[in-house]
């Protein structure tokens, strides 16, 4: 038998990242928990910078699109394991100053009652990339 609750969250995943290539801060957050928690790839602190709850990690996300106005997440691949949800992306933007950035990176996702509770960032480290100047 096949695990609809899996099947699901890789559906819910897929969406999420689509809300997230179109900056829809709202139609991401309708697939977050209330009392969920972002940990930022960086940060003072081993997990990053935390954001908790719907109103920082709102702002955290729309925070990325005012530093990043093209950035988007390519090649996106899912893997669900039990309430943990694995995306794999590669991250592509342009600063508002035109320095480029194109990492590899993944997100960590736990679920709980069909919404994220957590979503840990983790992405490569590489110097930034001169801006286009065509």
Known sequence: MADTT??????????????????DVDGIMAFFADDCVFDAAAGP?????RHMGRDAVSAAFAQ???????ARWADTRHTIADDLGVSEWTFIGTCVDGVRIEVEGCDL???RNGRIVRKRAFRKQRPLLAPDRR
């Open 109 to 111: 996702f736990t679920f």
């Open 6 to 23: 899996a099947a699901a969250e890789l559906t819910l995943l897929d969406a999420l990242f689509d809300a997230f290539n179109r900056h």
């Open 45 to 49: 602190e081993a997990h990053g910078m």
């Open 64 to 70: 990325v699109w005012a530093t990043f106005p093209d």
